[in-house]
């Protein structure tokens, strides 16, 4: 089966978008929402939290790997490929940089993401390897990590937030904006609004979908590997009933969670 891992709930998002795409495929999810967020946390310690995140999901019987995750995309996922030869991994960098270079006419491209994910400078240097020209304003939003495994998506507070995240953005003039955390489009609909009309949102949950579904079509091996009978579980370091109602509501159907103990 594939394996798909988070900080918590965001990377439902990218588990929304496989499950539209190809329901038949069937996945191990992992939220380590005893130990997030993963963003203001150092390199160090993404790098060991996503090794222990892809041993449990090898011991479930992953055959693929998406790092459902910005942060663990862009601190960890040369590190885990060095780690696990063996293993295909597909992270969530590479897909939303070539989606947003494709969809910006003007080469304006914003970025909101976690404080490790823009530090990181990885989105500003795998956009500037396809085109020098793109211009890039990359904005931490920390807050909208906690909002969303509050399950705070339609408060007012969240909009003032997301608001007071992108204006400077919006000043900026950007016509896309690259939701670099797969926590972020649980809250498109505010940020949509507060971005306003000619600004395509990108969705690195959905880029990474896309480009695992197109290499499924390309690589048959790959695609033999792993099981079509539709099975999904869930697994938290800390089951919480926040992540069970939102991923419900998220996902549109009742999911059950059990609970993983990683081993370092
Ligand atoms: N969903 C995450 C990301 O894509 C992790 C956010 C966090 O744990 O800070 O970056």
Redesign the pocket.
Known sequence: MIGLF???I??LTVVRALRAARPELSYVYLGDTAR????PKSPETIRRYSEEAVDFLKAKGAKAIIIA???ASSLAADHLRATYPELPIFDVVGPAVRMAARVSAKKNIGLI??RA?VASGVYERRLKEIDSAIEIVARPAPLL?SLVEEGWIDQPETETIVGKYLAPIREADVDALILG???YPILKDAIARAMGEGVKLVDSAEAVVAEFCATLERDAALAASLAKDGRASYFTTDPTPAFSELGARWLGAEIVVSHATLSA
């Open positions: 988070d900080s918590g965001g990377g997030t967020p993963y963003g995750c910005n942060t993401a976690t994910t990590v955390c797969t926590h």
